[in-house]
């Protein structure tokens, strides 16, 4: 579980509700329902259309990794590509057998498949780039979603405060509902400023960070592999991979 993050997103609430009691106005105020619809149900609206819902299910999905960051240590990540390296040097490349069955990453299940298979040094870097650049993209499409989402969601904060402002505008006439009409025209844009600012903006920043750190490993383990398949002395194996960390 990743605290820090945890502690933003509860840190952007408490804001929100300590600012509305400071400025004297009560909790309550931030309670509107129509504007919630507007704004929160018009920003679903809005990705709906642009998005299929392949893509929206993986932006589901991927929103996790920034609360369960998965670990990015690429010099464990070295540390065992050269020992794999010693070991295909000791009993030949099908040594490496037992390593399969133990790991629980797909991507380098199969780049250790693909090398205990004997294939050319290029064909394993061709496929598991493709494999690679697949997966940065569908990650990246989901991280935009929202980003999207925090591009949206002030408009629709905008929209929400000039409908709310008409509603007022037809009871002029009764001056006692001016002052909370207007409050409850201006939560709308709470809401959408809130949600893109204090959150949907910084978790497409977080998600787009990530996925280029597991972008970075799975290039260590590529040219690893493909060292490995070339047959290369582990400490050159090594001292090519600690140039990705440097």
């Known amino acids: 579980m990743d605290l820090i993050s945890l502690i933003g997103t509860i840190l952007g609430f408490v804001v929100i509700i300590v600012g509305t009691i400071l400025k004297g106005a009560h909790v309550s105020a931030l309670v509107n329902p ?8 018009g920003t679903l609206a809005a990705l709906l259309v642009q998005n299929s819902g392949a893509v929206l299910r993986h932006a589901l999905k991927v929103a996790a990794m920034i609360y369960k960051p998965p670990q990015h240590r690429p010099e464990d990540l070295i540390s065992r590509i050269v020992g794999w390296s010693e070991i295909s040097r000791r009993q030949g490349l099908l040594g490496l057998e037992p390593q399969i069955d133990s790991e629980p990453d797909p991507f380098i299940k199969k780049g250790l498949q693909m090398l205990v298979d004997g294939g050319e040094p290029e064909a394993i870097r061709n496929v598991l780039e493709v494999d690679m650049e697949t997966r940065e993209a569908k990650d990246l499409a989901a991280s935009k979603v929202y980003e999207s ?26 001056p006692s509902k001016l002052g909370h009409g207007i409050a409850a025209a201006f939560v709308a844009t709470i809401y959408g400023v809130a949600l893109a600012n ?3 903006l910084p978790m497409a920043a977080r998600l787009k960070s990530l996925i280029g750190k597991q972008t970075r490993m799975r290039e260590i383990l590529i040219e690893g592999l493909v060292s490995i398949a070339e047959g290369d002395n582990p400490r050159l194996i090594e001292a090519r991979l600690q140039g990705y960390v440097s």
């Open 149 to 174: 989402a925090g591009i949206f969601s002030p408009t629709m904060g905008i929209i929400g405060a000039v409908m709310g402002l008409m509603a007022v505008m037809e009871n002029l006439a009764d």
């Open 34 to 41: 129509a504007a919630f619809v507007i704004v929160f149900v």
């Open 198 to 200: 204090m959150f949907m």
